[in-house]
């Protein structure tokens, strides 16, 4: 084993991929924006990303791999098989290097990227049909708490000249229950049985004076809300985790054709190296 040529390649290939890292990261946030309809759509972004992916792979491998077998020192008395499996192997290594040190200094951020997909993954199999009603259960969790939000449009008075005149204690006790209610509904599926419904009806019919008709309507309306925001959380914890899968897959991909491709380099690098020596000894 030649360690030195390793060495040098493992360098080289690593240093590379973490330029054009920079570099598509460069391309990736010229290509997005949060301007609706100003950036380039998720579609279009990942299979950027994916072909970028490879592309990297191909080219810092293939420098590296190359200049490991043009490093090396020439093997006296080895068959040609062996010399070719030597510069292969030297390649893979070379590469295999690379990979440790670039994963040493993107490790943090390929980390969070994997964790975010398993933290959604995970949001769904464990209780993401609760919904962002649900997530909010805990207090001073986020900035925004979307129960209180739902509670508070519920318990809007009909009349704002009765606002003054309501009683706080009582006003926080109702807010209670409908809280109550509305997180035991997600978790449940998100289907709110009739005498939580018809209770919910008259709290609103009580605290807003509205008609119970219209409360019926107000509170069938929020309840479709919250239904609706509970599926678009699930929606966006389902779209996080294909996206970390494809990601690993493609990663993973890239990274197979990076090891050929180092291998392979070195290879050719090697036996120019030898061809340029014979011909500089014949002439």
Do not use: C
């Amino acid at each position: 084993m030649s360690w030195e040529p390793i060495i040098a390649g493992a360098f080289a290939a690593s240093t590379l991929t973490f330029i054009l890292m920079l570099l598509g990261s460069g391309l990736g946030l010229s290509m997005v924006s949060p301007w609706s309809g100003a950036g380039a759509s998720a579609t279009t972004f990942a299979v950027s990303t994916a072909v970028w992916l490879v592309v990297v792979q191909w080219l810092s491998s293939g420098v590296g791999g190359y200049l490991t077998g043009r490093l090396r020192t020439k093997w006296v008395g080895v068959h040609t098989d062996e010399t070719y499996f030597r510069d292969t192997a030297h390649g893979f290594l070379a590469w295999a290097l690379a990979t440790l040190l670039v994963a040493g200094v993107l490790g943090s951020a390929l980390s969070a990227a994997l964790s975010s997909g398993v933290q959604a993954v995970s949001t769904v199999a464990a209780g993401a049909a609760t919904g962002a009603s649900a997530g909010a259960a805990t207090k001073g969790g986020g900035a925004f708490d979307s129960t209180s939000y739902y509670v508070d449009a519920l318990f809007r008075p009909a009349d704002l000249t009765k606002l003054a005149a309501a009683n706080p204690e009582s006003d926080a006790a109702a807010t209670a229950q409908a809280s109550r209610i509305l997180l035991a509904s997600a978790a449940n599926g998100g289907e709110v049985t009739a005498d939580d419904s018809a209770y919910l009806t008259q709290l609103v019919a009580a605290r807003t004076g509205l008609s119970e008709a219209d409360a019926k309507v107000r509170v069938d309306t929020m309840i479709a809300k919250v239904k609706d925001t509970k599926i678009k959380a699930k929606q966006a914890a389902d779209t996080a985790r294909k996206a970390t899968a494809t990601f690993a897959l493609v990663g993973a991909l890239s990274m197979v054709i990076g090891a050929f491709i180092s291998s392979v380099a070195a290879l050719l690098g090697g036996r120019q190296r030898d061809d340029e020596e014979a011909i500089f000894r014949a002439g």
